[in-house]
């Protein structure tokens, strides 16, 4: 069966699957790309190619979500997955179900935050990146198999709609703040920790605790990037460069980077979900 490692995009997904990663796949704590990629993410085409024919098809790839999960866990195996998919039914097509769930860790992110990130990850203006947050909208890319055999389409939705579907049911539901992560990645560790005892084998001490946060600060995966070791950069639009991944973290301050405007617009939107989360007071 599967847990869930669920986000919008931009909001620490990267970050706790390194930290899990370490946890999981290595003996000592110590990170690095390559023991990531054994979190594999979902949808991708590969969970799909055997199914439908056209990947262009939002319709054809929500019809088969349980299918593509029903192949996964034949296995009878307990993996982790990463997704940015809402947790949505639509029509009569759920994204996935109790035969294939077994818990969710879901991270959370101050929209405000969120609106730098957006902007420099998809190359849109601060402007743009806020209705990002706002509108229903499905991401990835349609090509077919044979053109890119990674990422497809999955339906985001707006912030707060995404937020709501992954943790309206509170049970087998790990919570996790990315601004929780950088004021004290200990403690958010120890809760990933005791959560992930409840199914599976966790092997840990505080050596290797210790070595887990160090190698999986923001500041040490943004130095691994720059060096070169990262491999799932989003590209720039207008020029076709690589963009940066790992971009601001902890220096981002929505109280410099946003006007009024877009502010009172993101606050009144999401009003009851960031009060919730004590975004608002």
Same mark, same amino acid.
């Given at each position: 069966?599967? @847990?869930?490692?669920?986000?919008?995009?931009?909001?620490?997904?990267?970050?706790?699957?390194?930290? @899990?990663?370490?946890? &999981?796949?290595?003996? #000592?704590? +110590?990170?690095?790309?390559?023991?990531?990629?054994?979190?594999? /993410?979902?949808?991708?085409?590969?969970?799909?190619?055997? @199914?439908?024919?056209?990947?262009?098809?939002?319709?054809?790839?929500?019809?088969?979500?349980?299918?593509?999960? #029903?192949?996964?866990?034949?296995?009878?195996?307990?993996?982790?997955?990463?997704?940015?998919?809402?947790?949505?039914?639509?029509?009569?097509?759920?994204?996935?179900?109790?035969?294939?769930?077994?818990?969710?860790? *879901?991270?959370?992110?101050?929209?405000?935050?969120?609106?730098?990130?957006?902007?420099?990850?998809?190359?849109?203006?601060?402007? /743009?990146?806020?209705?990002?947050?706002?509108?229903?909208?499905?991401?990835?890319?349609?090509?077919?198999?044979?053109?890119?055999?990674?990422?497809? /389409?999955?339906?985001?939705?707006?912030?707060?709609?995404?937020?709501?579907?992954?943790?309206?049911?509170? +049970?087998?539901?790990?919570?996790?703040? *990315?601004?929780?992560?950088?004021?004290?990645?200990?403690?958010?560790?120890?809760?990933?920790?005791?959560?992930?005892?409840? *199914?599976?084998?966790?092997?840990?001490?505080?050596?290797?605790?210790?070595?887990?946060?160090?190698?999986?600060?923001?500041? +040490?995966?943004?130095?691994?990037?720059?060096?070169?070791?990262?491999?799932?950069?989003? @590209?720039?639009?207008? #020029?076709?460069?690589?963009?940066?991944?790992?971009?601001?973290?902890?220096?981002?301050?929505?109280?410099?980077?946003?006007?009024?405007?877009?502010?009172?617009?993101?606050?009144?939107?999401? *009003?009851?979900?960031?009060?919730?989360?004590?975004? &608002?007071?």
């Amino acid at each position: 069966m599967i @847990i869930w490692l669920a986000s919008y995009p931009k909001s620490g997904n990267t970050w706790v699957r390194a930290i @899990i990663a370490s946890l &999981l796949y290595s003996n #000592d704590g +110590n990170f690095n790309f390559e023991i990531i990629k054994k979190i594999k /993410q979902f949808p991708v085409k590969e969970n799909f190619k055997d @199914i439908i024919d056209d990947f262009d098809d939002f319709d054809e790839i929500k019809k088969n979500w349980i299918t593509a999960q #029903d192949s996964i866990n034949l296995d009878n195996q307990i993996k982790i997955l990463k997704t940015h998919q809402g947790k949505y039914t639509v029509g009569k097509d759920s994204f996935t179900n109790s035969q294939n769930t077994l818990a969710t860790i *879901y991270i959370v992110r101050d929209p405000r935050t969120l609106v730098s990130s957006i902007s420099n990850h998809f190359t849109l203006t601060l402007d /743009q990146a806020s209705n990002f947050l706002i509108t229903t909208r499905i991401i990835g890319n349609n090509k077919k198999w044979e053109e890119n055999q990674t990422g497809m /389409q999955c339906l985001l939705g707006k912030w707060n709609d995404h937020y709501r579907s992954w943790t309206r049911n509170k +049970n087998d539901l790990l919570l996790i703040k *990315y601004e929780d992560l950088i004021q004290n990645p200990k403690k958010e560790l120890e809760k990933i920790i005791n959560f992930l005892k409840n *199914y599976l084998d966790v092997d840990t001490n505080i050596n290797k605790n210790k070595k887990i946060i160090e190698t999986t600060s923001f500041k +040490n995966l943004k130095k691994m990037e720059q060096k070169g070791l990262f491999r799932e950069n989003a @590209i720039n639009k207008k #020029d076709h460069s690589k963009v940066e991944f790992f971009h601001l973290g902890p220096a981002n301050n929505w109280q410099e980077n946003l006007n009024e405007f877009i502010k009172n617009k993101l606050e009144k939107n999401f *009003y009851k979900e960031m009060t919730e989360l004590k975004y &608002l007071e």
